[in-house]
T-cell receptor, first 110, second 114 residues
Framework: GQQVMQIPQYQHVQEGEDFTTYCNSS?????IQWYKQRPGGHPVFLIQ?????EVKKQKRLTFQFGEAKKNSSLHITATQTTDVGTYFC??????????FGGGTRLMVKP | DAGVIQSPRHEVTERGQEVTLRCKPI?????LFWYRQTMMRGLELLIY????????DSGMPEDRFSAKMPNASFSTLKIQPSEPRDSAVYFC????????????FGPGTRLLVL
């Protein structure tokens, strides 16, 4: 079946540094959704990308969808301690169902 | 809106006991999902309901797991008998099939089977 892979699994950064997580699939992705899960919390929807090459921004967060729709990325500029958590990408493929990547756990040192 | 409600928030039980997890989706949502999250396996979809009907249960790990959705505002996930390897966080999520099919997750039930 389809697999959605995320790298890296873990990332430690100093506050103020940038951070990027990558999402890859061997098959063409339908739509990509990104979620954030704070430690001890639940996944919370951030954004959905639909079009090939699409780029969306939310304040310090930039989301990209690859031209071939086989990869996506989330970039955080100048990380803050509030950015701590695990970031998941998910392919919105068969109907409402989501196939989640393994997540990237971001830790920020103040 | 109260969001997705799950109960209990924490459950500690012993091997062999029956465990029932409960979920109340967001009012008006027509899709409901049960997920299991562990460090080893990440976030796994167990079962998906649409309009109260189970659509895909291929993620249900064993016959010990069963899920029901008797009406649009309530669902249960039952494990009988429970095993230590069932220890995980179980999330319920709901969505409305529309232009952006965002899934709204509940706070989760943290299950520990001793």
């Amino acid at each position: 079946g389809q697999q959605v892979m995320q790298i890296p699994q873990y990332q430690h950064v100093q506050e103020g540094e940038d951070f990027t997580t990558y999402c890859n699939s061997s098959t063409t992705l339908s739509n990509i959704q990104w979620y954030k899960q704070r430690p001890g919390g639940h996944p919370v929807f951030l954004i959905q990308l639909v079009k090939s090459g699409e780029v969306k921004k939310q304040k310090r967060l930039t989301f990209q969808f690859g031209e071939a729709k086989k990869n996506s990325s989330l970039h955080i500029t100048a990380t803050q301690t509030t950015d701590v958590g695990t970031y998941f990408c998910a392919d919105n493929n068969a109907g409402n169902m989501l196939t989640f990547g393994g997540g990237t756990r971001l830790m920020v040192k103040p | 809106d109260a969001g997705v409600i799950q109960s209990p928030r924490h459950e500690v039980t012993e091997r062999g006991q029956e465990v029932t997890l409960r979920c109340k989706p967001i009012s008006g949502h027509n899709s409901l999902f049960w997920y299991r999250q562990t460090m080893m396996r990440g976030l796994e979809l167990l079962i998906y309901f649409n309009n109260n009907v189970p659509i895909d249960d291929s993620g249900m790990p064993e016959d010990r797991f069963s899920a029901k959705m008797p009406n649009a505002s309530f669902s249960t996930l039952k494990i009988q008998p429970s095993e230590p390897r069932d220890s995980a966080v179980y999330f319920c999520a709901s969505s409305w099939k529309g232009a952006v099919e965002t899934q709204y997750f509940g706070p989760g039930t943290r299950l520990l089977v001793l």
